[in-house]
């Protein structure tokens, strides 16, 4: 995933997503921008990054967009807990699924 990715997909989310205060209209607005393009690759390409940052994201997204083909994948990296802060993304994804 290159830089002009990572500033579109995940840095106007993950600082939202990850904290207990969230700024409910930005996040809303933030994901209404991108939802058009929000395809299956973008949450697979997320959930592959070698950063929690991105693998939040990419579960917070699954989350949302509900797409069933995340579910094993989501699992086996909750398993592995090797991300610190990720967990709670997958928590919520497996939870929304």
């Not at 989310?13 to 921008?33: A, C, G, P, R």
Request: glycine share 4%; with cysteine.
């Amino acid at each position: 995933m290159n830089q002009n990715s990572i500033d579109k997909w995940v840095i106007p989310f993950y600082l939202q997503i990850n904290h207990f205060y969230v700024d409910e209209k930005k996040l809303t607005d933030s994901y209404l921008s991108v939802r058009d393009e929000l395809s299956s690759h973008v949450i697979t390409s997320l959930l592959e990054e070698q950063n929690w940052r991105p693998k939040i994201t990419g579960a917070w997204f699954a989350a949302i967009q509900q797409p069933s083909e995340f579910k094993d994948r989501i699992k086996e990296l909750l398993l592995e807990s090797k991300y610190c802060y990720a967990g709670g993304g997958y928590l919520l994804a497996l939870t929304s699924l």
